[in-house]
């Protein structure tokens, strides 16, 4: 869950503060039951039942969850969906998340697209991108396609637009500070734009974030760990003890901007070497057409070629530097897990494979300990609810901010 904690933060408590915290134990522990009674969830969090049921009933009443029926009348209730336990007398009214109104507008503002998807208060929300439009070059024409694209729904539903954006993102004042591929938006008021069109509260975060949380909602278990992502460019992002970790300043795992020796090519972001313009789509098909070998040099030509003759000699070194950057940051931040998504899952296995062998050849832990690496798809609809959800358990209305 996005909570972010700062130094000193656990002092000072107030009632209302506590209140909330308490509804977010209750929250997250509902996205690991998924369904669960008032007992249930008391018993799980150590919280008196009054407390408890109160909780709940201020949850129902925001709408943030509902009240369902016992699956069977039978004296049967449900946890996890599917498992029935007997229990003596009338079972208990079960809670879940609302997985049918819509509450957020999601936005994901990327290189060449932007997408958008109308998403419930759930974490399990599916990935889903029903409407998608070219990005271009600049904000007024990227707010009339906005406007003119926006789904259909009952505005009184909706509680707050948050939008996906990359490059370095001051996510607490709501700014693109620097943007290499996407140079526009730097220059723009974003949140008061889409504030202005929507008439909504409106959260922005870095897009590699929001993959680092949507991973946390579907793998809770996953505590500890760097995510990172390769696409239009290459990011990560850091999670410790279940949260983002907090930065003093608004960078957050730039792997793709560390340089790498002898390599001559020149950045978006105004550097020359970057490992992003290795490992990047772009980059990829650069360096295979490149490489003199015959055309064509599209994405799925490069799986064909990689799957009949196995990784060329210029993909493997780019796998070998990119998986000592990796493994350099596991060493700094003390970390033993990588989740790796986009678009390197896209290739065959040998690739993946590859970056995997290099980072724990480099990762220290691995001399005394296992270096987990794994392969995930990305959940970035889960994580825009995960904001959400963070911004409704720190407000005392839904539609307000933090």
Partial sequence: MPVRLEPGSELGLTPASLRRANERTLIDLLTRMRRASRADLAKASGLSQPTTGKIVQRLVRRGAIREVQPALSNGFRFGDPGEGVAVPGRPGRLVEFDPQTPRFLAVHLDVTDTSLALLPFHPHCPEQWPVRFPTGKGLERWLRELSRHRPVTDPGSLWRVVVSVPGIVDERE???????????????????????LWQLPVEV?????????????????????????????????????GRPFANPLPLHGELGHTPIPGNP?????????????????????????????????????????????????????????AGAVIAGALNILGLRRVVVTGLLGDLPTAATERLFQAIRRGGLWARFGEIDCLAAPRRRAAGLVAAGIDLFSSASSPGQGA
């Fill in 174 to 196: 709501g700014r693109v500070i620097f943007s290499p591929n996407v140079h526009w938006t730097e220059r723009t008021r974003l949140v008061q734009a889409l504030e202005s």
């Fill in 205 to 241: 975060v870095q897009e590699i974030g929001a993959l680092a949380l949507g991973h946390l909602m579907h793998e809770p278990d996953h505590r500890d760990f760097l995510l990172v992502d390769v696409g239009e460019g290459l990011g990560g992002a850091i999670v410790i003890h």
């Fill in 265 to 321: 090519r020149r950045c978006g972001c105004g550097g020359v070497g970057c490992l992003e313009t290795l490992l990047s789509r772009r980059s990829l098909l650069d360096s295979f057409s490149a490489s003199g070998a015959p055309g064509p040099h599209g994405w799925k030509d490069l799986a064909v070629r990689i799957r009949t003759e196995g990784l060329p000699p210029w993909l493997d070194g780019t796998l070998a530097a």
